[in-house]
């Protein structure tokens, strides 16, 4: 493994500036990074080490939501106040993400941009709505994370550019959210099939708004947006649950590896996503009583 040049910048400006060179790579936890270095997938001539801004550390409410700095690690998820009243889902999923290391070391930020098929706090993220703030050479945007991801470790980042934080918005009333990641061991794998949900109740418990992400059954993470399309507006029964995870399992696209087959992924996207709207409709009557 080529040892590439490391760069310490403490502002944007001067992170931005570094990695619009050629064979620039960011470096915030190093988790994926260092991984990919030793099998030779990513030989960066430098390395832009990003922990020392402080502009994408913390977790604060905004007038968008809650902004989540892209170099907060995934254990801060964990016991962050704002993180369990605004967005639960996100603490239960960093709970199953790795071992007590892996979470301290790794980063909101950096597990989006790898932009793996399986990429744990992708599929909470989209069906809570989530953002990504962007800054590179031509400034700041913003973009829905269902734009963001583009392919196997591909993102909608131009050279220069860093995601600077995720924005999620406030909690709606009468909203749950449910997540079930399948792996061949409970923690510390990679996901053979994930799904989330999120629901939305109106009165008379039909169906105002929902929201359902799969992962590692296509190249990358996906919205169901078929199955959501079964479920707006709908009274949601189990036939109605039933059509939906249908839907889903008909819309992804599972390959064949070493962790499952696609046959046995599409079946698992069937049962976990009636497990996790289920879930998530009951959490939602919940915040109603």
């Given at each position: 493994?080529?040892?590439?040049?490391?760069?310490?910048?403490?502002?944007?400006?001067?992170?931005?500036?570094?990695?619009?060179?050629?064979?620039?790579?960011?470096?915030?936890?190093?988790?994926?990074?260092?991984?990919?270095?030793?099998?030779?997938?990513?030989?960066?001539?430098?390395?832009?080490?990003?922990?020392?801004?402080?502009?994408?550390?913390?977790?604060?409410?905004?007038?968008?939501?809650?902004r989540?700095?892209?170099?907060?690690?995934?254990?801060?998820?964990?016991?962050?106040?704002?993180?369990?009243?605004?967005?639960?889902?996100?603490?239960?999923?960093?709970?199953q993400?790795?071992?007590?290391?892996?979470?301290?070391?790794?980063?909101?930020?950096?597990?989006?941009?790898?932009?793996?098929?399986?990429?744990?706090?992708?599929?909470?993220?989209?069906?809570?709505?989530?953002?990504?703030?962007?800054?590179?050479?031509?400034?700041?945007?913003?973009?829905?994370?269902?734009?963001?991801f583009?392919?196997?470790?591909?993102?909608?980042?131009?050279?220069?550019?860093?995601?600077?934080?995720?924005?999620?918005?406030?909690?709606?009333?009468?909203?749950?959210?449910a997540?079930?990641?399948?792996?061949?061991?409970?923690?510390?794998?990679?996901?053979?099939?994930?799904?989330?949900?999120?629901?939305?109740?109106?009165?008379?418990?039909?169906?105002?708004?929902v929201?359902?992400?799969?992962?590692?059954?296509?190249?990358?993470?996906?919205?169901?947006?078929?199955?959501?399309?079964?479920?707006?507006?709908?009274?949601v029964?189990?036939a109605?649950?039933?059509?939906?995870?249908?839907?889903a399992?008909?819309?992804?696209?599972p390959?064949?590896?070493?962790?499952?087959?696609?046959?046995?992924?599409?079946?698992?996207?069937?049962?976990?996503?009636?497990?996790?709207?289920?879930?998530?409709?009951?959490?939602?009557?919940?915040?109603?009583?």
């Amino acid at each position: 493994m080529r040892r590439p040049a490391i760069v310490f910048p403490e502002t944007l400006e001067a992170a931005i500036e570094a990695l619009d060179a050629r064979g620039a790579i960011p470096l915030a936890g190093a988790t994926d990074l260092i991984r990919a270095m030793r099998r030779g997938e990513l030989t960066p001539r430098r390395l832009v080490d990003l922990k020392r801004i402080p502009q994408l550390r913390g977790i604060r409410r905004s007038r968008a939501g809650v902004r989540i700095g892209a170099a907060v690690a995934v254990a801060d998820l964990l016991s962050d106040p704002v993180i369990a009243r605004e967005a639960p889902l996100l603490a239960e999923t960093a709970r199953q993400f790795g071992a007590p290391q892996i979470r301290t070391l790794a980063t909101v930020g950096g597990n989006l941009c790898n932009a793996a098929p399986s990429a744990d706090l992708a599929l909470p993220l989209l069906v809570l709505d989530a953002r990504v703030e962007i800054r590179g050479p031509d400034g700041r945007r913003t973009l829905d994370l269902c734009e963001f991801f583009r392919g196997v470790n591909r993102t909608a980042l131009s050279r220069g550019e860093i995601v600077t934080a995720v924005i999620v918005p406030r909690r709606r009333a009468r909203q749950g959210a449910a997540h079930i990641k399948l792996g061949i061991r409970r923690a510390m794998d990679l996901a053979v099939v994930g799904v989330a949900a999120a629901v939305e109740l109106q009165r008379g418990d039909a169906c105002r708004r929902v929201r359902i992400a799969l992962g590692a059954v296509a190249p990358r993470p996906m919205r169901a947006t078929r199955a959501e399309a079964v479920l707006e507006g709908r009274v949601v029964t189990e036939a109605v649950i039933d059509a939906a995870a249908e839907a889903a399992a008909n819309q992804c696209r599972p390959i064949s590896d070493v962790r499952g087959s696609a046959e046995y992924r599409r079946d698992m996207v069937r049962t976990l996503t009636a497990r996790a709207l289920r879930e998530a409709v009951r959490r939602a009557a919940k915040e109603g009583e």
